[in-house]
């Protein structure tokens, strides 16, 4: 599980069996002495089937991935388009779970911090279901928001509009025309991200020595 310090927003990992069952647990954060409350979680009772077959029932029995696991998670109402976009990500050696509301995906991130999620809007207008998702993406703390690369689908989709993307708070916007090319086009965004996020790093830190 992971939890952030409000004090300098450092961030841990607590391994499942430090996590209360029940209440909160406190500790005191090594950087800054900030003390962190860790509280039990609640159990969502949400049904889901992930991609791969595997029923996950219930998110208070929290599923975990081997080191170094790609993970990702996709929202779809339509049938055909979510069987194509998991065997592209299948071949991309995605581990998929697939998400039909909040409640998916807030269980989901409860204990896992998930590489990639792709969103389909099924017509002009997104749906509820895809808004309260997509609000939840966009409230993530922002140090594990940039982790996670999201690709949303929609009709007017162009992937070479870097401003659409940013008007629609994601990292690329596609059009459902582009599913047929997600294994090519999927690599090389993410690649870019990297790049962009490491030149931001290596900026920010001569910025700090600079001001010292």
Known sequence: MEIVCKGCNKRYTIRDDKIPTQGSAYLSCPQCGEKIEIKA???VQTTVTSADGDLSNQYDDPE??????KTALVYCPQEEARLEA?????QLNFRVR???NASDIAGRFRYNTFDLVLLFQNGPDPEEPLK????????????????????????????????????????????PLDLGSLVDLLPKALKQKEFNYKI?????????????
Not at 144 to 152: A, D, E, I, S, W
Request: charged letters at 25%; hydrophobic letters at 40%; aromatic letters at 14%.
């Open 64 to 69: 975990f991935f081997e080191p170094g696991a």
């Open 86 to 90: 998991n065997k592209a990500l299948k």
């Open 132 to 175: 309260e998702i997509h609000g939840f993406i966009n409230n993530l703390e922002p140090e594990r928001r940039k982790k996670v690369f999201v690709v949303y689908f929609h009709l007017s989709g162009n992937r070479y509009n870097g401003l659409q993307a940013f008007s629609y708070s994601v990292d690329m916007t596609l059009n």
């Open 41 to 43: 979680p609640e159990p």
């Open 98 to 100: 697939e998400i039909k």
């Open 200 to 212: 931001f790093e290596e900026c920010r830190t001569e910025l700090a020595a600079s001001a010292l």
